[in-house]
């Protein structure tokens, strides 16, 4: 049995002309945490969830003295995490569209201009899964999984932000609900098939053989 929990460690950068010239967030966070990056004084940060505050957070302490988040929406940030951004001296701005990222700072649909020495981009990460094989599917871009974390492979399971983005916690209970199922199978419970999500390439509904004992919990 095999559980991949690699995580969604690709940062997605939005693809706008000059896209290169903004760190990805989570680049940005690993530099920051050794204090290997400088900000300069106007940080623009696109994206205003968790994420986005946390690089916020961390810009206030580099030294930024004006610090923007913008996002397409209500900002998805939980509100501890915005009203620490806000402490930081962030401000918020929505709803927002980039057009392009300049020499300047970040040039809106609206034709606004955001000034800016650094521009984070903090849209969302996504996994590396090129070492599975193909045999495991993946939907959008994450693993595919059933409701036991079980992939189209039934004997590789896959959790936390490798199969959705999302707090460490579910990461956790998804372990757990994984470990339980993989136990039940290694203790050789009766065999019976359960009908998984339409994951294959063509569509259909496949199933797959577990032990009636994994289905306690169901
Ligand atoms: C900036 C930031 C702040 C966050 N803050 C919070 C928070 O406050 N509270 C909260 O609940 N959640 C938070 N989260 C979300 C939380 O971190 C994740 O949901 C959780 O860590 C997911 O756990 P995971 O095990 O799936 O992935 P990860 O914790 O990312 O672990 C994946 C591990 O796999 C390794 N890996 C990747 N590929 C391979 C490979 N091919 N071979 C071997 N190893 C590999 C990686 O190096 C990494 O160590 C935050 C996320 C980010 C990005």
């Given at each position: 049995?095999?559980v991949v ?8 950068l ?17 530099l920051?945490?050794i ?12 994206g205003?969830?968790?994420?986005g ?11 930024a ?13 939980f ?5 620490h951004a ?33 521009v984070?981009?903090a849209v ?23 409701d036991r974390?079980?992939?189209s492979?039934?004997q ?14 579910e ?6 609900i994984?470990?339980?199922?993989i136990?039940?199978?290694?203790r ?6 359960i009908?998984?999500p ?21």
């Amino acid at each position: 049995m095999v559980v991949v929990a690699a995580g969604a460690q690709k940062p997605c950068l939005l693809p706008v002309p000059g896209q290169e010239r903004a760190t990805a967030a989570l680049d940005f966070l690993r530099l920051s945490k050794i204090n290997e990056v400088k900000v300069g004084e106007r940080v623009v940060i696109i994206g205003a969830g968790n994420v986005g505050c946390a690089a916020a957070a961390e810009a206030a302490r580099l030294g930024a003295k004006e610090i923007t988040l913008i996002d397409i929406q209500e900002p998805a940030s939980f509100v501890v995490e915005r009203k620490h951004a806000e402490a930081a001296g962030a401000k918020f701005l929505w709803p927002k569209f980039t057009q392009a990222v300049t020499a300047k700072g970040v040039e809106l649909t609206d034709g606004t201009l955001l000034p800016a020495d650094t521009v984070i981009m903090a849209v969302g990460d996504a996994p590396d899964l090129t070492f599975l094989p193909e045999e495991v599917l993946l939907e959008r871009g994450f693993v595919a999984v059933n409701d036991r974390y079980q992939t189209s492979d039934p004997q590789v399971f896959a959790i936390g932000d490798a199969v959705r983005l999302g707090l460490l916690t579910e990461a956790i209970g998804a372990g757990r609900i994984a470990a339980r199922t993989i136990d039940d199978i290694l203790r050789g419970g009766r065999m019976l098939m359960i009908t998984c999500p339409p994951w294959n390439r063509h569509g259909s509904i496949w199933t797959i053989t577990t032990p009636v004992s994994t289905l306690r919990e169901i």
